[in-house]
């Protein structure tokens, strides 16, 4: 069993910048590839970055590029999310996810993750 908590959500204005955390229990999870996922109101889950077990390689959709980078320290059991430049449409539940099984990081669905975190809320004001 692996578990997540997700850290440093909040309420930033627009061209601001968070940096999302999420620590995990298990000593195996530095063996696992790992995703941010987010949710807006109304709207289904939508994958947003994914970094390798090693953290070597990472893969963002199209509208985070350039804004966010994903990476993990597995000397501390947690995976990052810096995220700069926001912008209102960020606003979202943000929930980290991860996969024993999973060996790639591009074209994910959130059906191959099996442990996810509770979410922490990021609000971008315009």
């Known amino acids: 069993q692996v578990q997540l908590v997700e850290s440093g959500g909040g309420l930033v204005q627009a061209g601001g910048s968070l940096r999302l955390s999420c620590a995990a229990s298990?000593?195996?999870?530095?063996?696992?590839?790992t995703g941010w996922f987010r949710q807006a109101p109304g709207k289904e889950r939508e994958f947003v970055a994914a970094?390798?077990?090693?953290?070597?390689?990472?893969y963002y959709i199209e509208s985070v590029k350039g804004r966010f980078t994903i990476s993990r320290d597995n000397a501390k059991n947690t995976v990052y999310l810096q995220m700069n430049s926001l912008i209102p449409e960020d606003t979202a539940i943000y929930y980290c996810?991860?996969?024993?099984?999973?060996?790639?990081?591009?074209?994910?669905?959130?059906?191959?993750?099996?442990?996810w975190g509770q979410g922490t809320q990021v609000t971008v004001s315009s």
């Open positions: 970094i390798s077990r090693s953290g070597s390689s990472a």
């Open positions: 996810a991860t996969s024993p099984t999973l060996r790639t990081i591009s074209r994910v669905r959130p059906d191959e993750f099996d442990y």
């Open positions: 298990g000593r195996t999870f530095s063996s696992y590839v």
